[in-house]
Nanobody
Framework: VQLQASGGGLVQAGDSLRLACAASDRTFSSSAMGWFRQAPGKEREFVGAINWSATSTSYADSVKGRFTIARDSAKNTVYLQMNSLKPEDTAVYYC??????????????????????WGQGTLVTVSS
């Protein structure tokens, strides 16, 4: 069972970037999926999450209105669309999945401890 994040790169402030997180099998269709990021010298922080049915999303205040999460169950893939990027968005971005079939409350989606599976991370660098 693996998660593969991709799509990171070097962009300028104001640009857009789309990250993808591909799951290795269809069992993740019943998982909530989250995106986190970690900047150098800082703790990993919540970016956003989407529930298993894609009927609910949540975002950190710092990205609300700029980032959007979507999932394509047919492709076992979750996306993080990032618009109006800022230098402070520079970080390694990680996708994560809850245990398939486990019910999790929305307030817990912002915690790293809610997630059982993690991707390897993809670096996003935003220059000013």
């Amino acid at each position: 069972v693996q998660l593969q994040a991709s799509g990171g790169g070097l962009v300028q402030a104001g640009d857009s970037l789309r990250l993808a997180c591909a799951a290795s099998d269809r069992t993740f269709s019943s998982s909530a999926m989250g995106w986190f990021r970690q900047a150098p010298g800082k703790e990993r922080e919540f970016v956003g999450a989407i529930n298993w049915s894609a009927t609910s999303t949540s975002y950190a205040d710092s990205v609300k209105g700029r980032f959007t999460i979507a999932r394509d169950s047919a492709k076992n893939t979750v996306y993080l669309q990032m618009n109006s990027l800022k230098p402070e968005d520079t970080a390694v971005y990680y996708c994560a999945a809850t245990t398939p079939g486990r019910l999790v409350g929305s307030p817990t989606l912002g915690s790293i401890y809610t997630y059982a599976y993690w991707g390897q991370g993809t670096l996003v660098t935003v220059s000013s």
